[in-house]
């Protein structure tokens, strides 16, 4: 069986920042492998960046934590490190890891991170 799992695309800009987020498109995959979604920030703030998971109809769901400077992810309930990681391959680009992929993964993933010039959240 086929699942999809999205990550929303193209970009959301921020005119008083110029912050651009971006994310892969959607991705489908078969159960029990692993879908690697990725999240590029576009300029380094320094801050954390949140990966959360959305059913139709439903509150987003936080998923986990991340920052590119090593430190462990944090993970929503629900959620651990046995089946969802994240890498940051630089400081401005991220990926979310959901291995032994099972039927209730699929959804929106979406990533999110704060803007000190703006005072916001910008997500994607």
Known sequence: MLLTLCALLPALTWVSSQ???????????????????DCNIAKNTGNYVFWYKQILQAAPQFVLRAQSNG???????????????????????YQLIISNVEAGDSAVYHCE???????EYVSQ
Do not use: C, E, H, N
């Open 19 to 37: 912050k651009v987020l971006t994310q892969t498109p959607s991705v489908q995959t078969d159960r029990s492998k692993t879908v690697t979604m």
């Open 71 to 93: 430190s462990p992810d944090q993970y929503g309930d629900g959620f651990s490190s046995s089946r969802f990681t994240s890498k940051a391959s630089s400081s401005i680009d």
């Open 113 to 119: 991170t704060w803007d000190s010039s703006a005072s």
